[in-house]
């Protein structure tokens, strides 16, 4: 909803929207809020999003998949997710091998493990990356309320999802 130098002024949709937002990748703060997917593998396609929530920018992705995973549903199926995320045999949840403090590489194993991981998240990522690109569903510069908010995620999810269907998965 608002980058850098302005997300210190933004108030708009405060009951979901908040300052402290970071995003590692493009290493920027915001102010605003985050969009969880959790997706179901397909093999030639696109994943089927099983479970989506939305949580302010500030929660931490731990925090924010643990919620998502209380529904029962979610919680029988196999799980991978960055490195954000806990790892957890009794959750089914596999995430990459994260180095040690002070540790320069991993080894042989954590490495091709890391990438087995990582392969199978590829998909998700890219239906993030697809979802953006075919909705701008990141610019929300011109919300001006909490339901506003709302419907332009909701609207713009719903509207990827259409074509999703239509033109991708028949």
């Not at 091998?97 to 194993?109: F, I, N, R, T």
């Not at 091709?112 to 590829?122: C, D, E, G, P, T």
Request: glycine content about 8%.
């Amino acid at each position: 909803m608002a980058q850098n130098n302005r997300r210190f002024k933004a108030c708009i949709a405060s009951e979901l929207a908040d300052k402290s937002g970071y995003c590692a990748a493009k290493n920027l703060y915001y102010y605003g809020v985050k969009l969880h997917i959790l997706a179901s593998y397909q093999v030639g396609c696109m994943p089927i999003p099983e479970s989506i929530g939305l949580t302010h920018a500030g929660m931490n992705d731990g925090k924010a998949y643990e919620l998502l995973c209380n529904d029962p549903k979610v919680k029988q199926y196999t799980k991978f997710g960055d490195k954000a995320y806990p790892a957890n045999q009794e959750t089914n949840t596999y995430t990459p091998v994260k180095k040690g403090k002070g540790q320069e590489y991993l080894d042989a194993a954590d490495q091709l493990y890391s990438m087995a991981v990582s392969k199978i998240r590829q998909p998700v990522e890219s239906m993030n990356n697809w979802i953006q690109e075919k909705t701008g569903i990141e610019i929300a510069s011109k919300v001006r309320s909490t339901k506003g908010l709302l419907v332009h995620v909701f609207g713009r999810l719903c509207a990827a999802f259409e074509l999703l269907v239509q033109k991708y998965c028949v």
